[in-house]
T-cell receptor
Framework: GIQVEQSPPDLILQEGANSTLRCNFSDSVNNLQWFHQNPWGQLINLFYIPSGTKQNGRLSATTVATERYSLLYISSSQTTDSGVYFCAVPVWNQGGKLIFGQGTELSVKP | DSGVTQTPKHLITATGQRVTLRCSPRSGDLSVYWYQQSLDQGLQFLIQYYNGEERAKGNILERFSAQQFPDLHSELNLSSLELGDSALYFC?????????????FGPGTRLLVL
């Protein structure tokens, strides 16, 4: 089945720094979602981005479907950005179930 | 707020017991998904329903079952609970359960089995 790998597994930043998180996937995808899991456990939708680039405030994401990767950029990080970032892709012909990467745990220090 | 609601938020129970987790999808969404997040397995798909019918199944244990009711809310039943069932259980919903749709996740139910 499709494999999803995220890097780095952990990241520690000072407030104000920028970062890039990567998501590699092993097969063609029709969809890719980025999520932020906050310290209270909630999974928050960040982007639905099967291809191209999207921006939302300090966050942006780019998916290059032909090369099977997606990047999440966080600029001017804030302590509230801390948590775990997941990417997930759906499985073809299996009802759209999502396969999640293992996540990148981000800690932003004041 | 994603519009997906889950109850209860927290559940503490003992081994061997049975619990029911409830999910209400976003208004207008016909498809509901259940996922389990545990420390050792990460986030894993359990089961999907579309308009009351089971559509896809993951590595869901035989001790677990689910259904989606005519009003589209869904329940996940976990029985003969074991310590290893302790996890965060998420429900997600989408309009028609297709692969090109965004899935919106509820706040989760945190289950602790003692």
């Amino acid at each position: 089945g499709i494999q999803v790998e995220q890097s780095p597994p952990d990241l520690i930043l000072q407030e104000g720094a920028n970062s890039t998180l990567r998501c590699n996937f092993s097969d063609s995808v029709n969809n890719l979602q980025w999520f932020h899991q906050n310290p209270w456990g909630q999974l928050i939708n960040l982007f639905y981005i099967p291809s191209g680039t999207k921006q939302n405030g300090r966050l942006s994401a780019t998916t290059v479907a032909t090369e099977r990767y997606s990047l999440l950029y966080i600029s001017s990080s804030q302590t509230t950005d801390s948590g775990v970032y997941f990417c997930a892709v759906p499985v073809w012909n299996q009802g759209g179930k999502l396969i999640f990467g293992q996540g990148t745990e981000l800690s932003v220090k004041p | 707020d994603s519009g997906v609601t889950q109850t209860p938020k927290h559940l503490i129970t003992a081994t061997g017991q049975r619990v029911t987790l409830r999910c209400s999808p976003r208004s207008g969404d016909l498809s509901v998904y259940w996922y389990q997040q545990s420390l050792d397995q990460g986030l894993q798909f359990l089961i999907q329903y579309y308009n009351g019918e089971e559509r896809a199944k993951g590595n869901i244990l035989e001790r677990f079952s689910a259904q989606q009711f005519p009003d589209l809310h869904s329940e996940l039943n976990l029985s003969s609970l074991e310590l290893g069932d302790s996890a965060l259980y998420f429900c997600a919903s989408s309009v028609e359960g297709g692969i090109q749709e965004t899935q919106y996740f509820g706040p989760g139910t945190r289950l602790l089995v003692l």
